[in-house]
């Protein structure tokens, strides 16, 4: 038999399969595009049949694609098995997006969890903020990300939800006029809940200082500029306090979002472990 599939253009045209387009799938495998598509021009000639319709942006598999995808599957997880046999095989990374409110605290933890959940992967991390890792998400440069705020996307599963604190630098006083707060720039599930919590006991606040990430609120805060609402899991912030005289708020609930066809039992493992962590173990933290 002259002709051969490859297990480099196969595996391409798997996570073409996986990631929902030839762009994500060459961002998730690291290589360019035109890497991909030649790829899948390789398979085309192996197997003498079109495998791939495009119009225009757009591309579907046709039925003789789907019937390689099935065979690319096995014959990938046949490759992978033999070369974990002999303990050559690479690890394969998740990737988790989270941002920075709970990280330090959370993602050390999930870390060790996953570590035994998910044997053979390793789990590297994305700092930022929401609206970049649902972009993220989207292009398939992460595999999971950890966001604050109540959603119905197909894509979130609700793992629990994250009680929250008020913060302020040592012997800050409550003015008189509106409470100064010290805020992420919008948008901002934290930044929302403090001035829904404070409108709904009739306090005035205003802005007081605004950072695009947390060192900066916890930097403002604790120069004095305003009180800031945080989610710890119960570890103050160094320089700040605990500021018990306003409102107490409402926690905001944690979700974690899959990219599109991740493996369902990575989520589902990832999802578990969330679960797990956020109980009433912690002290600020309330399972789902």
């Known amino acids: 038999m002259e002709q051969v599939l490859d297990i480099v253009p196969l595996r391409s045209f798997v996570a073409v399969a996986d990631r929902g387009g030839f762009q994500r799938a060459a961002t998730h495998l690291h290589l360019s595009q035109a890497a991909v598509s030649q790829h899948v021009r390789r398979l085309e000639a192996a197997t003498g049949r079109q495998l791939v319709e495009r119009s225009g942006r757009r591309s579907r598999f046709t039925a003789d694609g789907d019937l390689l995808l099935g065979h690319a599957r096995r014959i990938l997880a046949v490759h992978d098995e033999a070369l974990r046999a002999f303990d050559v095989a690479d690890d394969e990374t998740v990737v988790i997006g989270s941002t920075e409110h709970a990280a330090a605290q959370l993602l050390p933890r999930l870390t060790a969890v996953l570590g035994t959940a998910l044997p053979g992967h ?44 008020w913060y302020c630098a040592p012997g800050w006083t409550r003015p008189d006029g509106p409470v100064p707060l010290v805020a992420f720039d919008n948008p901002c599930a934290l930044r929302t809940r403090a001035l829904e919590t404070l409108s709904a006991y009739g306090i005035p606040a205003s802005i007081g200082a605004e950072a695009n990430q947390l060192a900066g609120v916890h930097a403002a805060a604790a120069a004095g500029q305003g009180v800031a609402l945080l989610a710890t899991l119960g570890t103050t912030p160094e320089g700040l306090v605990e500021c018990d005289d306003l409102p107490p708020p409402e ?30 173990n912690h002290p600020l933290a309330r399972g789902a």
């Open 122 to 165: 390793r789990v590297r991390y994305r700092l930022d903020r929401g609206t970049a890792l649902r972009d993220a998400l989207g292009t398939g440069r992460i595999d999971l990300a950890l966001l604050l705020g109540a959603t119905d996307d197909p894509r979130a599963e609700p793992v629990g939800e994250l009680d929250l604190t």
């Open 251 to 280: 926690p905001l609930p944690l979700a974690c979002w899959r990219r599109h066809g991740l493996d369902s039992a990575v989520s589902g493992h990832a999802v578990g472990s969330l679960r797990r962590l956020l109980t009433t």
